[in-house]
């Protein structure tokens, strides 16, 4: 499902609401302007029936002047003065009545009442007549448009702060400790804010307690190692003094290693982003194997690749190093080329999915005593540089593959 953004949906909710009100607005000026049509036909067809009932009756001309005037109305008596003005003048409705009918006609914005009274052309002009003004609908749309607009702006202002409060929780998540996500006032946002600072004031002082806690480790370690390193090479020539020897460079190089994973999985290692070729790249991870040349098969381009020289090596090596454990023949085969390099033994299909070996401490049945952070280390090595890493049985092989 597609995320979307509070603010957006917010925003569409308003434009949404605010198109509505406008369509309810533009349709209720419609009606609102046949109300008023309307008003104006049943008051003029009340006059005119009045009109031709004083008439049939044989009222006098002064009453139905008086008539005229309290319907304000205006009786034209000059022929010609009615022609002129009927001229050109556009029918809005004819009502027939038992003595003739009754027209209603517009000329502009005047409107006139012509009656035939058996023959007898009587014509009056509306004088209270008031063309229609749309003018107080639209004042009323706009004044809800504004209070709308004014809610929108209060709301969007008041979780305006969730916008800093998500770039700070990002960086966060990109390994920036030193931040701070604390947003003053009393609201909830607020409040939350101040909890995730809290949290990560926490969790700040955890991570520092444990790089130095990791750093004494290493201190520790390194400092015997040194001291064992160069005892063994004053011992006499041997196999006795090489066998030892390595045992304490493999030693060493496992405790840097340790250090170096422990840098990238707190975002702390600086990548030394440089072509490298892949004769390189292997020649390095056997020496850092430790291991004979010889244990192995390559079938290796000469092509280059951009990445980290020293995290890549590692990865390679922790994958010679899985091959030589757990294939049956403690050999391997590399094929490398421009898109992906891969590690092949023979050996028996992995029980599980690779998703379960690339956790921390994870090891199979037959796992030999070890780190236990071999895949996981290549997975991370991996998607620090953007590759994948993939797994793959054929003709009972086991075939790990760096993807670039």
Not at 86 to 95: D, E, I, N, S, V
Request: glycine letters at 6%.
């Amino acid at each position: 499902m597609r995320r979307v953004s509070i603010f957006v949906f917010i925003t569409a909710i308003f434009a949404i609401a605010f198109l509505a009100a406008g369509t309810a607005f533009y349709f209720y000026s419609i009606n609102d302007r046949f109300r008023h049509n309307q008003m104006v036909v049943q008051r003029n067809i009340l006059f005119a029936q009045n009109i031709l009932l004083r008439v049939e009756r044989g009222d006098t001309a002064e009453q139905i002047m008086e008539t005229t005037r309290k319907y304000g109305m205006r009786w034209i008596l000059d022929p010609e003065q009615g022609k002129s003005l009927l001229m050109g003048a556009k029918l809005l409705g004819r009502q027939p009545t038992p003595s003739g009918f009754i027209d209603m006609l517009k000329k502009g914005n005047r409107i006139f009442v012509l009656i035939n009274a058996r023959g007898k052309l009587i014509l009056f002009e509306d004088m209270q007549f008031k063309p229609y003004d749309p003018m107080i609908v639209w004042i009323y749309f706009a004044l809800t448009a504004f209070v709308m607009l004014l809610i929108f702006w209060a709301i969007w202002f008041k979780l305006r702060p969730l916008k800093y409060l998500q770039r700070c929780i990002r960086k966060f998540g990109e390994g920036e400790l030193n931040i701070h996500c604390r947003i003053d006032g009393t609201d909830e946002i607020a409040q939350v804010s101040q909890a995730i600072d809290e949290a990560i004031g926490r969790i700040r002082t955890l991570i520092q307690s444990r790089n130095l806690f990791i750093r004494n480790i290493m201190h520790e370690l390194k400092t015997p190692l040194t001291k064992g390193l160069l005892t063994v090479q004053m011992l006499p020539e041997g196999k006795q003094k090489d066998r030892l020897e390595r045992i304490f460079m493999r030693l060493d190089a496992t405790v840097s290693e340790f250090g170096t994973i422990e840098q990238l999985s707190s975002g702390q290692f600086p990548l030394n982003i440089r072509p490298i070729t892949m004769e390189d790249l292997v020649d390095q991870a056997i020496d850092l194997a430790m291991i004979d040349r010889e244990r192995g098969s390559y079938d290796i381009e000469p092509v280059r690749i951009e990445g980290d020289f020293k995290l890549l090596s590692i990865a390679l090596k922790n994958l010679i190093d899985n091959a030589i454990k757990y294939s049956p023949d403690k050999r391997f085969h590399i094929v490398a080329d421009d898109k992906a390099i891969v590690v092949e033994s023979r050996g028996d299909k992995l029980p599980h999915p690779l998703n379960y070996y690339i956790q921390p401490y994870t090891q199979g049945e037959e796992a030999i005593s070890g780190l236990g952070l071999g895949l996981y280390i290549v997975e991370m090595i991996a998607k620090v540089h953007g590759f994948r890493f993939k797994y793959d049985y054929r003709e009972g092989k086991n075939r790990f593959i760096i993807e670039f």
